[in-house]
């Protein structure tokens, strides 16, 4: 899985552009045409997926046991945004973990917050990847193999990706070897 800043300029035909703004603008092929292009390298598969999705399969998995590295408190309100959680040991139900890779500066700035949020990109996709990386260790295990079809039927209805049925099966056969 690779992250890429959400303000990374990309070029976009005959302009730079955010890589943020590739998919909502100009679809999945100029994306994957722009991706490629930064990468170097031929990116032909891709998933999208809808948030919604997201807290409904941290649902269906229980949840994650995760500290979280500091208070975080972010009020939006043009987008209904609200964001509170407390430092510490606790468990996440699917809205609390959206909130929690949602979240990417506070409402007020602190030394403590600026050691994990300071505003950047980089910053948040860290504290994303190591949330992921807790999911992975938690979750891929044969428990969870028998809420695969409802996990793939969330997906599936809340997804745009080019990857077959066939290709997800066999990558879920092999996710008990993924080394978080």
Same mark, same amino acid.
């Given at each position: 899985?690779?992250?890429?800043?959400?303000?990374?300029?990309?070029? /976009?035909?005959?302009?730079?552009? =955010?890589?943020?703004?590739?998919?909502?603008?100009?679809?999945? %092929?100029?994306?994957?045409?722009?991706?490629?292009?930064?990468l170097e390298?031929?990116?032909?598969?891709?998933?999208?997926?809808?948030?919604? /999705?997201f807290?409904i399969?941290?649902?269906?998995?229980?949840?994650v046991?995760y500290?979280?590295?500091?208070?975080? %408190?972010? !009020?939006?309100?043009?987008?209904?945004?609200?964001?509170h959680?407390?430092?510490?040991?606790?468990?996440? !139900?699917g &809205?609390?973990?959206?909130?929690?890779?949602?979240?990417?500066k506070p %409402?007020?700035?602190?030394? &403590?917050?600026?050691?994990?949020?300071?505003?950047?990109?980089l910053?948040?996709?860290?504290?994303?990847?190591?949330?992921i990386?807790?999911?992975?260790?938690? =979750?891929?295990n044969?428990?969870?193999?028998s809420? /695969?079809?409802?996990?793939?039927?969330?997906?599936?209805?809340?997804?745009?990706?080019?990857?077959?049925?066939? &290709?997800?099966?066999?990558?879920?056969?092999?996710?008990?070897?993924?080394? /978080?």
């Amino acid at each position: 899985i690779l992250s890429i800043p959400r303000d990374t300029k990309v070029y /976009a035909g005959n302009h730079y552009e =955010k890589i943020n703004g590739a998919y909502p603008t100009r679809g999945i %092929n100029a994306t994957l045409s722009a991706v490629s292009n930064l990468l170097e390298m031929d990116v032909k598969s891709y998933v999208y997926i809808d948030t919604s /999705a997201f807290r409904i399969i941290i649902d269906l998995l229980d949840g994650v046991d995760y500290n979280v590295p500091v208070d975080m %408190n972010y !009020d939006d309100p043009l987008q209904d945004l609200h964001i509170h959680l407390r430092k510490g040991q606790q468990h996440l !139900d699917g &809205e609390k973990a959206e909130q929690f890779m949602r979240f990417r500066k506070p %409402n007020q700035y602190t030394d &403590e917050i600026m050691k994990f949020y300071d505003g950047s990109d980089l910053k948040r996709i860290q504290a994303q990847q190591n949330f992921i990386k807790e999911i992975i260790k938690q =979750k891929a295990n044969i428990y969870y193999f028998s809420r /695969a079809k409802d996990i793939i039927d969330v997906a599936f209805n809340s997804v745009d990706t080019n990857v077959s049925l066939n &290709e997800i099966a066999k990558m879920l056969l092999s996710i008990d070897k993924i080394d /978080a």
